[in-house]
């Protein structure tokens, strides 16, 4: 579907390919090149042959083949989703079991507010929110980026692994390192808000139904500390619907990241993506379309593996 509404859309990416004043002869010998003179057909046949042997095609914006222009992306789009799902979990799930505990009191409405408001309200409104709050008027965070740009001169960052912030502790650079961490906090904060909201709120939800279960009254007659009913007891048994919220949220985030990435120019797969589809470059949308499938399918394939690892009552079989 993706291929064919790429192709169907009124438009000329071979004078995008070889530019505005370009021969005749050179459009239709590009056009031969990329094969867009064949019928429709016949161009989705070459594409799953030259795919089924790894090959996603060349982009036709940059010349490059699609996947060394992800493999140099990946790195910052990644940095940031893990920073955001991280935040979101270490943050939501207190913060559900939290309300839960303290069902109807003033602290329950607070966080059951703030996980409305983190469900509700787009990304790209957060981020401009934060923007205006953090950087023009309290000028507390940088504005947008992954790193300063006077630091390419003062404390150059070594490319090692692509992700930034393990890369500067590797290197002992613990002046980019803060740099680093600096202009990850708003983009990542913007890309957590919505799985913080929802995994607080699945969390809360299924806390207050395990703790009407039968062996939950039972361990409080036994006498056994609140605290440990609650974490040892209770989360246990009602983590595993938050996990696979945490798993949907986390394949959400993917494609999520395009609009936090638009707005705090983030130089990662999000901008290149958007830019392709200005330019309707089509191997590289349907290069990032497959790309992110595949990352969905798999974040569910290992959320499923998690489960049954920590809940007994879950077979694979």
């Known amino acids: 579907m993706t291929f064919t509404i790429t192709r169907v859309i009124p438009s000329d990416p071979v004078t995008l390919y070889v530019g505005p004043k370009a021969s005749r002869a050179d459009i239709e010998q590009v056009s031969e090149k990329l094969g867009l003179n064949r019928p429709l057909v016949v161009q989705y046949l070459y594409y799953i042959r030259d795919l089924l042997q790894g090959d996603l095609g060349r982009s036709i914006a940059s010349k490059l083949p699609v996947l060394d222009v992800v493999g140099a992306l990946w790195p ?37 507010a703030f996980s409305i408001i983190g469900i509700s309200m787009p990304a790209f409104l957060i981020g401009l929110i934060f923007q205006i709050i953090f950087f023009r008027n309290l000028h507390l965070l940088p504005l947008t980026g992954r790193f300063t740009a006077d630091l390419r001169f003062t404390n150059p960052i070594d490319a090692i692994t692509g992700f930034y912030l393990i890369d500067t502790v590797i290197s002992g650079n613990w002046v980019a390192f803060k740099d680093v961490t600096w202009h990850i906090i708003l983009p990542a904060i913007t890309l957590a808000m919505y799985p913080m909201g929802l995994i607080a709120r699945m969390t809360r939800a299924t806390m207050l139904e395990v703790m009407n279960q039968d062996y939950i009254r039972t361990a409080r007659a036994y006498g056994t500390r609140e605290t440990f009913v609650f974490y040892a007891y209770a989360l246990k048994n009602a983590i595993g619907p938050t996990l696979t919220v945490i798993g949907l949220t986390l394949a959400w985030s993917l494609t999520g990241t395009f609009f936090v990435e638009i707005i705090f120019n983030w ?51």
Do not use: H, K
């Open 76 to 112: 910052a789009t990644l940095e940031l989703l893990f920073t955001s799902i991280i935040l979101s979990t270490l943050i939501g799930i207190p913060l559900g079991v939290l309300s839960a505990r303290l069902q109807g009191r003033p602290l329950d409405v607070l966080v059951r």
């Open 267 to 317: 130089p990662g797969l999000g901008t290149f993506t958007v830019n392709s589809l200005l330019s309707l470059d089509y191997p590289a949308v349907m290069g990032i379309t497959l790309l992110g499938a595949t990352g969905y399918v798999v974040i569910n394939l290992i959320v499923d593996f998690v489960q049954a690892w920590i809940d007994p009552r879950i077979t694979l079989a």
